[in-house]
């Protein structure tokens, strides 16, 4: 008999429906579970089929300003502030950038096109609301998307990117140490908005990966300023990035004409512990931020650090 490959038996299963997904029934958590060496090997061999025609993202999917400051201040630490200088803030705690390269999002838009049409089962985002376009990110979801080439690129992005850049912007150090992250999509018909709401994560790193030409009405996010009492109302360009805090208060309005779609990265510390605490100060950026409760006194060296902490297994959903 011939045997079948990890990808033919990915393909043949049947994943654990929305409604049950919804009401957390346990045959939900088993299946992707007993299941996860299988779409692990299943994603492997996806890549290699499909090696000559599909994109193999990585780090040069990024601005090139970013890329160079951030090399930059690998390096040498002390040019941290070229990164820095790089966000614009939109309120204390929440800072704007481009992010992708505007000339290379489109093939990354091909590839997580394949990604959906490779009929592999992967599990929606349903910690919010079950997102039905999105995707699992990080190795320690359920269902996520386990192909070798994007881990390694999602890795980079949160070990080489976020990471310093929440440490250098938000003074998140000590609250850092594990990762999550999800895809999204805003539809008028469905998944239009997200009520007012905090992240249960020390920073979060919202980016944008609409194209160009691929326009869309509604769906502004508003940021609550606790220190003056306004919100902020932004709207999403194409390509770019929104981090802040996780406890930032914020919500997505209703879309109305074509759609957005989003990465969604989170850092925060060992057992889900995040910081705690807003009286105001300097970060060694200049930039205003809020006082957490993390050490007194860091150096750029160990902002430019990646912790030796294992993975744990308390992901947010």
């Known amino acids: ?83 820095a200088d790089l966000w614009e803030e939109i309120i204390p705690g929440v800072y704007s950038a481009q992010f992708f390269d505007l000339k290379r999002l489109a093939e990354f838009r091909d590839y997580l096109e394949a990604v959906v049409n490779s009929q592999i089962p992967k599990r929606a985002p349903y910690g919010i609301q ?70 249960a994560s020390a920073a979060t790193l919202n980016i944008n990966i609409n194209l160009p030409d691929e326009e869309f009405t509604g769906s502004q996010v508003d940021f609550h300023d606790k220190t003056t009492g306004k919100t902020v109302q932004t709207i999403f360009e194409p390509g770019k990035a929104i981090i802040h805090r996780g406890n930032v208060p914020h919500a997505t309005h209703p879309i109305i004409s074509g759609q957005r779609s989003n990465l969604v990265v989170w850092l925060y510390g060992d057992r889900m512990q995040i910081p705690r605490g807003s009286t105001s100060s300097y970060g060694s950026s200049g930039h205003s931020t809020p006082k957490l409760d993390a050490p007194e006194t860091i150096t750029a060296r160990q902002r430019w650090s990646i912790p030796d902490t294992p993975k744990d297994t308390f992901a947010p959903f």
């Open 1 to 83: 008999m011939k045997k079948t490959n990890a990808l033919a038996q990915a393909r043949a299963l049947t994943p654990p429906s929305r409604e049950a997904s919804l009401k957390r029934d346990a045959s939900v958590s088993n299946f992707w579970n007993s299941n996860q060496k299988l779409l692990e090997a299943a994603w492997a061999e996806w890549e290699m089929e499909n090696k000559d025609n599909l994109l193999v993202p990585d780090e040069k999917l990024l601005d090139s300003r970013l890329r160079q400051a951030i090399d930059d201040a690998w390096k040498k630490p002390e040019k941290e502030t070229a990164v």
């Open 130 to 199: 079950l997102n039905r376009y999105g995707i699992m990110l990080d190795p320690r979801s359920e269902g996520h998307l386990a192909a070798p080439h994007f881990q390694a690129f999602y890795n980079a992005m949160m070990n080489r990117y976020m990471r310093p850049i929440a440490r250098l912007l938000l003074d998140t150090y000590g609250y850092d140490t594990q990762t999550f992250g999800f895809s999204i999509q805003y539809n008028p018909d469905k998944d239009k908005d997200l009520h007012a709401h905090t992240d």
